[in-house]
Structure formats: C-alpha cells, structure tokens
C-alpha cells in the first residue's frame, strides 16, 4: 500500500493522558499537514511540515498540542494532558504538488 | 475557520439519478479540490479544478467553477449505492504561500444513494 499511512486507527485514552500518533507519507512527498475533524464538520488545518522544517501551524494548535517530522519523512502528533474537547479525527495528509492525499485517520477518544 | 459552505446538507436521491452538489467559498483560491468521505474513514481525492479551468469531467463525475460567484459544482451522473458518503470541497487559497495553510473545507454535503 502507497498510501498514506496513520497509526494507531483508534486511541482511547482518560483525560489529562498524552497521546502520540504517527503518519507515514506517500514517499518522496516533500509536503505532511495535520488536519483534526470532529463529528459533522470539514477537516481543518492544524500544521504543515515541508520535509522537516514546520512552516506553518494553526491557532488551533494549542502548547498541548506539538508536531514533528525530524527526517523528513513520517511525522508524530502529540496531545499532552488530553482534554474531552480533544477527541476527534486526526487525518494527516501529503502532498508533492497541488493534489494533497489523505490518510485513514486516528479517531481518538478522551473518556 | 471553514471557508465555505457545500449546499444541499443533505441529499437523498434513488440509485441511477443524478446527484448534484454546490460549494461556495470566500476568497481567491489557486485551485478546488472534491473529496469524498466514507462514514469514518479518511478523505478519498476525487477531482481538482485549476483556478483557470471552469469545468473538468472524470469518469461519473463533473466539476464547474466560477470563480466570479466563488462557488462549485459537483454532479455524479448514474448514482451507485457505493456513492452514498460525505463529500466536501476544499480550497487552496491563492495568498496562502504555496500550500503552507493547507486545504480549507467545507462542511460537507452528506449523499445517500437509494437502492
């Protein structure tokens, strides 16, 4: 499979837990972006990495919330001290030119 | 913030009619891009449409753009119940630096295909 690649499917986790999930790109896709969507409305934008360098991140990344990509290649995305608004879809995504293919997302759960 | 709105919500046809989908957007874009979203599952490309293109086709599928009323048009002739899913539109605005604020979406218009 070519695709992009996210880990784990599904994380369930207590409140005030940290949580990690990684994103595998479509190889040589030098653009990664993270993207949260909750239940009934559009992806939107949190971060994006072009090959390691973290260019640009959403005023909806809060200090809990940090990204990293530190070869250029796959990429992590921890939650610290989760809190229940966190739960959501995380979808990262890759791109090498304008087309930006997604993965199948981490559904996380804060109980 | 999202940028637009897709319009119908929610749209509920029988299987072999057309299902048409409209997406309207607040500011210059670079292209438009049409997802569709299985329950639960992650966003599958479907088609891009250039700034400068006003219709593309891709099998069943047919985009317009008009980027004078900002707004697009998604139509799936010959509808299949496998079609039945959320789909969204996503904007690449123009003064975004090549990509760096990603895709902005909409909320989604939910397709339900009635066998």
């Known amino acids: 499979d070519t695709g992009v690649s996210q880990n784990p499917r599904h994380k369930i986790t207590k409140r005030g837990q940290n949580v990690t999930f990684r994103c595998d790109p479509i190889s040589e896709h030098n653009r990664l972006y993270w993207y949260r969507q909750t239940l009934g409305q559009g992806p939107e934008f949190l971060t994006y990495f072009q090959n390691e360098a973290q260019l640009e991140k959403s005023r909806l990344l809060s200090d809990r919330f940090s990204a990293e990509r530190p070869k250029g290649s796959f990429s992590t995305l921890e939650i610290q001290r989760t809190e229940q608004g966190d739960s959501a879809m995380y979808l990262c995504?890759?791109?090498?030119?304008?087309?930006?293919?997604f993965g199948q997302g981490t559904r996380l759960t804060v109980v | 913030s999202q940028q637009g709105e897709e319009d119908p919500q929610a749209l509920s046809i029988q299987e072999g009619e057309n299902a048409t989908m409209n997406c309207s957007y607040k500011t210059s874009i670079n292209n438009l891009q049409w997802y569709r979203q299985n329950s639960g599952r992650g966003l599958v490309h479907l088609i891009l449409?250039?700034?400068?293109?006003r219709e593309k086709h891709s099998g069943r599928l047919r985009v317009t753009l008009d980027t004078s009323k900002k707004s697009s048009s998604l139509l799936i002739t010959a509808s299949r119940a496998a079609d039945t899913a959320s789909y969204f539109c996503a904007t690449d605005e123009a003064d975004s630096g090549g990509g760096a604020d990603g895709l902005t979406f909409g909320k989604g218009t939910h397709l339900i295909i009635q066998p």
């Open positions: 449409i250039r700034s400068n293109e």
């Open positions: 995504a890759s791109s090498i030119t304008t087309r930006t293919f």
